[in-house]
């Protein structure tokens, strides 16, 4: 019994040890990691396509980071960096193991065939793409409008990005044939009004526009039954659109001018015994409307959204 508790103590003693004779970087850096009390931020989860050797050729990477706006603290550093052509890379040569996250990312501009486009900054259109590309940067540029033929025969593109740019108008038929286009992302432009979206969306970003509810398709999510994420925030929006597909699991509509809801815009009145488990993020903060005064458009749902309740 002596024996059993001397070694436990010994134990305790060596942990706390070798705690404290850690470098005092370490111990500065473990001590970084540890959330703060009040710490709050509002991530958009997106999916974690890691870049490897073999899908380099996929990615057409057009941002222009030379000309960053200064969002103060709300950007991370971003340290510009290339890759070599993917015609030079091969497994056995590469310092990192394919889908090895890295201790200190960086932002980069992915290659295909060898050619860097996005050295080439400041786009106002969709230069011509490759076939095979499956992932598209245009961020930070001063793209005005998207055309029908500018994605024509991309049918192996998963995401398309073209965040800060001026795009004001989309071609009702841009990404229709898109049926491999898993994440649309939109945020800050200059759009009044949404085209005809792929039934195969899951992530569809469009905040900070001037998107208003008459620029949005009456039943445009309905056949969006594997979107997860809509953010629509930050717009001129007057009301909820709807009906919201059953896959939805986040929908962020703050910051906007909605005053009213439909009794069936998450529930359907005639199913009282139907819930939507997933559906677990509403938010409506910042908007005019009193929540409190639309009780039944609640009851399926697993919480109450954010928003005014008084």
Do not use: W
């Not at 909820?240 to 986040?250: A, K, V, Y």
């Not at 819930?275 to 908007?287: A, F, S, V």
Request: proline share 9%; hydrophobic share 35%.
């Amino acid at each position: 019994m002596r024996l059993l508790a001397f070694l436990s103590l010994l134990a305790l003693v060596l942990q706390e040890t070798g705690t404290a004779s850690l470098p005092r970087k370490e111990r500065k850096r473990r001590e970084e990691q540890m959330p703060r009390e009040g710490d709050s931020f509002e991530v958009l989860p997106l999916r974690n396509d890691v870049l490897n050797p073999d899908n380099y050729g996929e990615v057409i990477d057009l941002s222009n980071y030379e000309e960053l706006t200064d969002y103060g603290d709300q950007l991370p550093e971003v340290k510009v960096t290339s890759l070599a052509p993917a015609t030079s890379i091969s497994p056995a040569k590469s310092t990192t193991a394919p889908g090895t996250p890295s201790s200190n990312p960086t932002m980069t501009r992915p290659t295909t065939a060898g050619l860097l486009l996005s050295s080439q900054p400041n786009h106002e259109d969709i230069p011509p793409l490759p076939r095979r590309t499956a992932y598209l940067y245009a961020r930070f540029n001063r793209i005005s409008r998207i055309r029908a033929e500018d994605f024509k025969g991309l049918t192996k593109l998963k995401r398309i990005d073209l965040s800060n740019n001026l795009i004001s108008s989309i071609d009702n038929d841009a990404f229709r044939l898109l049926h491999a286009l898993q994440d649309l992302i939109l945020p800050e432009n200059q759009l009044e009004a949404l085209p005809v979206l792929p039934s195969g969306i899951e992530f569809l970003d469009v905040r900070l526009n001037r998107l208003q509810s008459s620029g949005i398709q009456p039943a445009a999510f309905r056949a969006m039954e594997k979107l997860q994420f809509l953010y629509l925030s930050d717009n001129l929006l007057d009301s909820i659109p709807g009906p919201l597909p059953l896959s939805l699991r986040s929908v962020h509509l703050q910051n906007n001018l909605i005053e009213t809801m439909q009794r069936d815009v998450f529930c359907d009145p005639e199913e009282h015994k139907h819930t939507r488990r997933q559906l677990e993020d509403i938010r409506l903060d910042g908007n005019p409307i009193n929540l409190s005064l639309f009780p039944s458009a609640y009851f399926c749902l697993p919480r109450l959204p954010i928003g005014r309740f008084t």
